[in-house]
Every structure is written in structure tokens, then in C-alpha cells.
């Protein structure tokens, strides 16, 4: 029902920015929250920010948000992930994610997000 496919990654250098993409279709119903995780090679899939559709409301992680910022354009069913100061410790591959329940509730966990694009991977080198 719902299809995302995330764009904007690539090869930076520590200190470099990158802004993220993660372009929806399907019913908003199925999307109220969309988050941004990503994994790092043999790590788990961890939360990077999330916003509530609906009302914009955003829930960065507290390590991230000094760096990181959610946004959404609704017109365009588009959300962005703009990363600034970027750290090695940051490379990942960045994943788009749709969850049907509100922010709050969906949270970091993974299982809780019904849909995922394919990724976009990001590569900061020191």
C-alpha cells in the first residue's frame, strides 16, 4: 500500500553535510509517523528521527538533534533528513520508514514501522 524510496547519500568528507530524501506513495493512512534509522555494518538498526505527519511534530534523537533535522513537504509526500557536522561514527546505510500509529506510540522500534524503502547509504570518511 505504501511505497518510499529514499535518495541524497553518498561520500563525504568528517565536517561535510548531506541532505536526505525519502519520496512516499500510498495512502497517508498507512504513514502517519515516518522515521529516519540506519545501520551500520554489524550493528542493529537504530533510530535516527522521526515526524508525525499529520501535525509536523518531530522526535529527533537526543544524540542526533544537534545535527540532525527532520522535515516534511505533505504536497509533495516527501520527508528530508538534513545531517550537518557529519562524524565517521555516522556512516550507514540511511533507511526511510512508515509506521500507521502515531510517533509516540511507533517509537524507535522497528517493528512498528510496516513499511521501508531500500535505503540510501552514507559514507563519512576522516
Not at 512516499?24 to 522521526?50: H, L, T
Not at 545531517?83 to 517493528?111: F, I, Q
Amino acid at each position: 500500500q505504501v511505497q518510499l524510496v529514499e535518495s541524497g547519500g553518498g561520500s563525504v568528507q568528517a565536517g561535510g553535510s548531506l541532505r536526505l530524501s525519502c519520496a512516499a506513495s500510498g495512502n497517508i493512512y498507512y504513514r502517519e509517523c515516518m522515521g529516519w534509522f540506519r545501520q551500520a555494518p554489524g550493528k542493529e538498526r537504530e533510530g535516527v528521527a522521526r515526524i508525525h505527519t499529520p501535525s509536523g511534530n518531530t522526535y529527533p534523537r537526543d544524540s542526533l538533534k544537534g545535527r540532525f533535522t527532520i522535515s516534511q513537504d505533505n504536497a509533495k509526500n516527501t520527508v528530508y533528513l538534513q545531517m550537518n557536522s557529519l562524524k565517521p561514527e555516522d556512516t550507514a546505510m540511511y533507511y526511510c520508514a512508515a509506521s500507521e500509529l502515531p510517533c509516540y506510540s511507533a517509537s524507535w522500534d522497528v517493528r512498528r514501522y510496516n513499511y521501508w524503502g531500500q535505503g540510501t547509504k552514507v559514507t563519512v570518511s576522516s
